[in-house]
């Protein structure tokens, strides 16, 4: 209870000083566009965030989710939107994989979206059905691989698992055959069920079912220390695979041509909510980091994204029409 009195305080005390920034801003609800169905990863921490950030914002931040063709249509959705900083956008890494991908795009994440900050990141998992795969390490999965070819089931065509899934394969020699859902849930359900061999997914996802004994946790991707969430699933560098490594990250962006005053209230914003400790705490607890940054940093981030799959999509010869 003192913790939560003295968060509230903190917020009390951020929302003073930001009133000073951007008279005016905001004096209506914002809405926080979601380009992926609600319940999945992206709700896990974004909506924790919108929450803390109606409280110091004092406006409610609605979270609108619009899922469809891979994250596009509520991206398209929000580059096009009025830059007042009453629609913004919360994307990850698909922002770094989809101008590689699709022809034709109605936006452009470089020209046409200013960044706020990395609000978070996760984890990603490769986690086997126990009663169609024995392998219990990247070792033994390739073994088994190389008897026959493995299913594994990701969130869609294009998305960082898939892309990721191509280059381990490519890396490790791993014989692998991509199996796309529309989400993560539908490929969690099949590789239960054994329509597949495995998932490649974010943790937060697969934490119930490796406890359960739904699924076997073979590796952890992203970083050099294991999940909290998942301490027995050992890590890719403890499975011996090097040159391969990819953690997702969430970032907060506005339409580009929002107005200075705006975004540097929204920044500030954004630093207060993520300096809150039960925040960072309670997505600790789901399996997200609080990796609050630079502006700067995240433009740095997506350039490193762009390059980095478009190499693994040429490799792949991946086409989405």
């Not at 898939?162 to 014989?175: M, V």
């Amino acid at each position: 209870m003192i913790g939560f009195i003295r968060s509230l305080l903190a917020i009390a005390a951020a929302t003073a000083a930001l009133g000073a920034a951007a008279q005016g801003f905001p004096n209506h609800p914002i809405k926080l566009v979601v380009p992926f169905p609600p319940g999945g990863g992206f709700d896990g921490i974004a909506r924790p965030f919108a929450e803390r950030l109606s409280i110091v914002l004092g406006q409610p931040v609605i979270v609108d989710n619009r899922p469809g063709a891979g994250g596009n249509i509520g991206t398209e959705s929000a580059a096009h939107a009025p830059a007042d900083g009453y629609t913004l956008l919360f994307a990850n890494d698909y922002l770094g994989t989809n101008p590689n991908l699709y022809k034709g795009l109605k936006y452009d994440p470089a020209k046409d979206f200013l960044p706020i900050a990395i609000v978070g990141s996760t984890q990603m998992a490769i986690a086997v059905n126990p009663n169609k795969v024995k392998a219990t390490d990247a070792k033994s999965l390739k073994a088994e691989s190389l008897q026959h070819t493995l299913q594994y089931g990701t969130p869609g065509v294009g998305t960082s698992p898939h892309l990721f899934g191509e280059l381990y394969a490519y890396n490790s020699g791993t014989k692998m055959q991509h199996v796309p859902y529309r989400g993560t849930g539908p490929a969690i359900t099949d590789a239960i069920g054994g329509q597949i061999d495995f998932v490649l997914v974010t943790v937060p996802s697969l934490v119930q079912q490796i406890k359960a004994g739904k699924l076997r946790g073979i590796m952890v991707i992203g970083g050099t220390k294991r999940s909290p969430l998942l301490p027995d699933v050992p890590t890719l560098a403890e499975n011996g695979v090097k040159g391969v490594d990819h953690d997702v990250w969430y970032g907060l962006f506005a339409p580009a041509g929002t107005p200075p005053d705006v975004m540097k209230r929204l920044r500030e914003a954004t630093a207060a909510v993520l300096a809150q400790p039960e925040l960072v705490e309670r997505l600790r607890q789901v399996g997200y980091e609080v990796t609050p940054s630079t502006p700067e940093a995240l433009t740095e981030r997506l350039k490193g994204d762009l390059a980095k799959w478009k190499g693994v999509v040429d490799l792949a010869h991946i086409v989405i029409e």
